[in-house]
């Protein structure tokens, strides 16, 4: 059986689990094995912050190395990995988790999802994997599923790190403003909030108090088989 | 907490502000979008001008040299100042010279950087500024809080306040067409009364020595026609190589900056501006060009984080985009350049007052998508982040040991067992840990659930199980990544005259055929020699009398010649050669301007190629609709200084 590499964050691992979880059933389900880079941090949230990441960095790359390629569930992990610099760390190729499923997707779910979701295209898919396209074509492959975009939907969500305690604030109004334009994405309401980005859905679900249920990709995709 | 943040939070406390700024810049990010939209070549652009910034940069002390020599030969008197200590005793020493006491300053960010006003003022020197949104902050004692629109955090009501203060206005006027016309009441008799005028300049081109100023209001041109004595304060990064590429980089400026395909006017300065025969008979002396280049810590930025951040052509996209300037506003980041790019530049340039701005980002890189010169502002954020970190200058605001747990899988789990473990007092812990106090910030967000098990502990686990023989799901795979369809604009090929009138009357202008002249122009009007010829050499019988060449103030209806019509960007070429006075174009309240039947380009590139670099006229400017500000409330009123109404007319 094919084997694939996958590489959970940190923060996925321990406040997401259920994201990894259906990322690791849906690539079985299309015929792989699934092997985990042992490794805790990419190093992008000590980068971000102007803190020393070198030493996390090199214990990820030396964790990922000997494969073919590293499939990452975060676009702002994978994005960081992708232009990671310094010449301690090898990484093999790294590709987000929705670039490599939608080469084995099915061309059409079994399960109908008949549900109104709003896409929140992080920062990072926006900008840094540029993948917005196929989040959407992976969506569209479930029948039923409504997928609306919400007003102003490149600005970010306030998130960023460490930003969303240092400026909290700002933060603050920024996951407002984002939530507000999500939840008003179709006039009649929408049922769910889906982004390929953890970190994303962490900073809105906190700033939505469970209002509306936030979904990683993966976990909307699972709930179609 | 650093500074920068406690100014946001004071800011973000006042809702209806922030409620308002944020509308008026998702406004101009969507005028900048639907311009974008129909440039063609727009990221083919974006790239170009970047390498021409980079070639200047990889060898800027020859282009200095250069730039320097051909402005010389021009007779442009050049400074070189190295501090703006230095830059504003020069620009007080002409003063002194000339006896000056009054200035008509048009918008420059780097006298603001030098904080001119102030010196000259404690010297005796009144500087007006008269971009309406400067002038708008400078009565109210502020400074400018965006690059290009200066009173974008000024509502109309405040500002018909300070009018009606002031003595500009009734008491009670909120009307942003009447506030513009008290404005520009109140500024004309002082344009004509000034002893210098002052500018700054977007660029400066190597090969002529030329000083390229673009604004909408006309009052730049106006400052510099009307005194004797033009002074220009200019940072040493706004070199370009050759003439011809001042077609990318004026395409891809007014665009970015306000969604215009070009400024109403972008003047070439070549030389002091030479007086009319009728001027010199009057008794006026020849005009001095005086161009200060400034360093004022720029050649330091070479090789730093912030040194791609010279490129910058100040056109305020990183602005209007950045969630964080859209909300808090320019006057929180405290210093002359806000915003993302302001952040780029500030470690360098700041004198270390300024090292927390990088921190007031959260990395989204909007900035980078819209910017017109390709400048990796995000990333030099982020670049900036660990050098001052590394230097003692900033704090990474992590807990102390996120390095080490991070690095080490066994730490990591025993630190989150613990905080698992320790769940019955994890409140307890969350009300004292300062950052999750924060990030709680009084209530407004949830701390998130800590789930019993992790991801990878399930993953272990279920191995174990799957080896006993558990089964999963099955999936057909698919046939791979679809491309979704993209929808072929269909491009009108219009002709050439067509898509001018169009981009004309999208600047404000009007177009009208030959046989319409007499509609148009009514019997007052008066016409210069040029246009006095072309008209008869049309066999037109019309007979409109000639502008007296000294007359300035009060004329109505002029009608002068342009040298080209520019059918991308409804623009017309002016060279100011027939006229008496420079300042007439500008000071009529509706100008016609005949151009020539050869006289239709398609674009910028075309104009550039038809201009001999070795013999540039003295001025140039392209005229792109009426003078306009959009300065206050971003309400579009026309005849800011210069004509409210401009008519194009095609010669057959």
Known sequence: ?225 | MTDIARRMAAVLAREDFVDRHLAALRYKKGHRDATIASIRDWDARRERARAQKQAVRDDQERWIAMWIARARAAGTIVHEAATAADANRIVYEICAQQGATSIAKSKSMTTEECGLNHYLADRGVVVTDTDLGERIVQLFGEAPSHLVMPAIHRSRREIGELFAREGLCEPGEEDPVRLTQAARRALRSLFLSADIGMSGGNFLVAETGSLVVIENEANSLLGTSLTDTHIAVVGIEKIVPRLADLATFLTVLAPSSTGQRLTTYSTHYTGPQPRSAAELAAGAIERRLHVILLDNGRRALLGTPAEEGLGCIRCGACLNVCPVYRRSGGHAYAWTYMGPIGAVLAPGLGGGAHDDMPKASSLCGACNDVCPVKIDIAGHIHEWRGVLVKAGRAKHGLPPLAGTMLANKRLWRFGIGAAKALGPISGFFARRNAALRRWQAGGLRDLPPLPAQSFSRWFERRRVDQRQGASELRLTRGSGPRARPTSETQRARDDLMQRFVSRLEEAGGNYARLAELAAVVPDHAVATEEARRLLSAQGLERRLAPIDKLELDGVDVLVASARLAIAEKGACLVDFADLGSRAQILLCETLVLLVPSDGLVADLDEVYARIDPNALPPCLTFVTGPSKTADIEQTLVFGAHGPRQLVVVRLD
């Open chain 1, 1 to 225: 059986m094919a084997s694939v590499r996958l590489f959970v964050p940190c923060f996925v691992d321990e406040l997401w689990p259920q994201a990894a979880r259906a990322a690791v059933e849906l690539a079985e389900a299309v015929g792989f094995s699934v092997q985990l880079v042992d490794a805790v941090c990419c190093g992008q949230a000590l980068a971000n912050s102007g803190a020393d990441s070198t030493k996390v960095e090199a214990r990820f790359a030396a964790a990922a190395s000997g494969t073919e390629e590293v499939v990452v569930l975060s676009a702002s992990c994978a994005g960081h990995l992708q232009t990671m610099s310094g010449g301690h760390a090898r990484v093999p190729p790294v590709v987000e988790w929705c670039d490599w499923f939608v080469r084995y997707a099915p061309d059409r779910f079994p399960q109908r999802l008949e549900r109104r979701v709003v896409l929140h295209g992080s920062c990072s898919a926006l900008r840094s994997t540029r993948n917005v396209e196929t989040i959407r074509d992976l969506l569209s492959r479930v029948d039923g599923l409504e997928v609306f975009d919400p007003a102003d939907a490149s600005e970010c969500c306030g998130f960023g790190g460490t930003f969303s305690t240092e400026f909290p604030e700002m933060s603050v109004r920024m996951g407002r403003d984002k939530w507000n334009s999500l939840a008003s994405a179709h006039p009649n309401g929408v049922e769910g909030v889906v982004s390929s980005d953890c970190s994303c859905l962490l900073h809105l679900r906190a700033i939505g108090k469970g209002a509306l249920p936030c979904y990683h990709i993966a976990e909307l995709l699972r709930s179609a088989v």
